[in-house]
């Protein structure tokens, strides 16, 4: 072996020695949705069996589901409430937190705007205000408030994007984001460019792949087979956990809104390829 040979060898053995794998997954239960309300325990105790970890909840069915969750090992982190208590309901917010403070969550998340509630960078800015006053009551309660993205926030706006005027106008202390990295690539943007410009601010992640030729847009008008599972479509999943580690993501959630046949099946996919990950 040559001097440029040994420097090379050692290059990629350092590399190697550096690399970083997730060190634990989470499944966001919206993927299992179909299923887990009629059979929570094996549901549960399936994911649990395939490895993963964390959990993020969905708030509408807590109280089928959380029993036979704190028989598993699975540690929930996250909540996804009801966008309603953000936004037309807001006196039973309050009451929603404490639940979730006293369950043991860390994060809670507003997951969705419907397209009614959709509008240009004015309405964003309203949507920033509501985000600053529950995140103010998500502070108070122990809690840390993460807005979850579609398509559409990424629609131009300005100088930037609706997800730029929503990010500007809200607390950067106390609103943070949970990057749904699927629909950012619907949008046709690059995680990445996301979690670089919001370091620091992305502190959960949703893992879904989407399939390779899906035109780009700004809603969620895709077909069914265009969610894939992780690593079986056109997102760079490395370079976006490269990035992820860099910029400060906490807690990573695979989901699949739509999978081609049982949903525990895919989760698996999903699992083992992330799981074989360096990054």
Not at 148 to 162: V, Y
Not at 258 to 271: C, E, N, R, V
């Amino acid at each position: 072996m040559n001097r440029r040979q040994f420097v090379a060898a050692t290059a990629a053995a350092a590399t190697i020695a550096h690399a970083k794998k997730l060190s634990a997954i989470g499944v966001q239960l919206y993927t299992v949705r179909s299923v887990i309300d009629q059979k929570p325990a094996e549901i549960l105790t399936a994911i649990e069996d395939i490895g993963y970890r964390e959990v993020e909840v969905v708030r509408a069915n807590i109280g089928k589901i959380w029993d036979p969750l704190k028989q598993t090992r699975l540690k929930p982190v996250s909540l996804h409430i009801d966008t309603a208590l953000f936004m037309a309901k807001k006196d039973e917010l309050p009451a929603a937190l404490d639940d979730a403070a006293k369950r043991g969550f860390r994060y809670v998340v507003c997951p969705y705007i419907a397209p009614a509630d959709r509008g240009g960078a004015d309405v964003i800015k309203r949507l920033a205000d509501t985000l600053n006053q529950a995140a103010q009551r998500c502070h108070a309660a122990g809690l840390t408030l993460c807005y979850h993205n579609h398509a559409f926030e990424f629609e131009p706006a300005g100088n930037g994007t609706l997800l730029d005027v929503l990010m500007d106008h809200s607390d950067r202390k106390l609103v943070n984001l949970e990057l749904d990295i699927m629909w950012s690539a619907v949008a046709g943007v690059d995680p990445v460019s996301v979690l670089e410009k919001y370091k620091g601010r992305v502190l959960l992640m949703h893992i879904k792949d989407l399939a390779k030729g899906t035109p780009q847009r700004f809603n969620e008008g895709i077909p069914r087979d265009a969610f894939r599972e992780a690593g079986r479509g056109s997102v760079n999943i490395p370079a976006v956990l490269k990035a992820a580690s860099a910029t400060g993501v906490r807690h990573f959630f695979v989901e699949q809104d739509q999978t081609p046949g049982a949903p525990l099946d895919s989760l698996k996919i999903s699992y083992d390829y992330l799981k074989s990950l360096k990054f």
